[in-house]
């Protein structure tokens, strides 16, 4: 299988909201849409070294766990899906991102994302939800 981009799912313990970003209004593809966080595997990178340097790249933090979660399949290739917990709080440059921000399923259900991000972060809340055995039983 061939990977071309890594993305991930943030949640915040302590209220288990996910983070998203809207991306910045000087990107070419989906200028002030929101996605997850993520970005295209560079050179030999794994997916999870991937991961990793974005979340420090666009959101300057560490990641403090990492947990597989699945992949997407696109004409081009597998996008791997991380669940993440962080070090600290993030921040970001208006470079990437308009804003950044925690938000509930309902939220997410009501917003418009570029790609399939909002179905990867409804999946992860379907998951959560109902179990690894009825998450299964419903794909």
Same mark, same amino acid.
């Given at each position: 299988m061939?990977?071309? #981009?890594a993305?991930? =799912?943030?949640?915040?313990?302590?209220?288990?909201?996910?983070?998203?970003?809207?991306?910045?209004?000087?990107?070419k593809?989906?200028p002030?849409?929101?996605?997850? =966080?993520?970005? *295209?595997?560079e050179?030999d990178? /794994?997916p999870?070294?991937?991961?990793?340097?974005?979340?420090?790249?666009?959101?300057?933090?560490?990641?403090? /766990?990492?947990?597989?979660?699945?992949?997407?399949?696109?004409?081009?290739g #597998?996008? #791997?899906?991380?669940?993440? /917990?962080?070090?600290?709080?993030? *921040? $970001?440059?208006? *470079?990437?991102?308009?804003?950044?921000?925690?938000? /509930?399923?309902n939220?997410v259900?009501?917003m418009? $994302?570029?790609?399939?991000?909002?179905q990867?972060i409804?999946? $992860? $809340?379907?998951?959560?939800?109902?179990?690894?055995?009825?998450? #299964?039983?419903?794909?």
């Amino acid at each position: 299988m061939t990977y071309i #981009a890594a993305s991930s =799912i943030i949640i915040r313990p302590a209220d288990s909201k996910i983070l998203i970003g809207r991306r910045s209004m000087l990107k070419k593809y989906g200028p002030g849409e929101w996605e997850t =966080i993520g970005g *295209s595997i560079e050179g030999d990178e /794994t997916p999870e070294e991937c991961i990793k340097r974005e979340i420090l790249e666009e959101l300057k933090t560490t990641i403090k /766990t990492c947990l597989y979660f699945r992949d997407y399949f696109t004409n081009n290739g #597998a996008i #791997a899906v991380f669940i993440i /917990t962080l070090e600290k709080e993030p *921040s $970001f440059d208006k *470079s990437d991102f308009e804003e950044i921000r925690w938000v /509930t399923k309902n939220e997410v259900e009501k917003m418009s $994302f570029v790609l399939d991000c909002k179905q990867r972060i409804l999946d $992860f $809340f379907d998951f959560q939800d109902y179990g690894l055995s009825n998450y #299964a039983k419903n794909r």
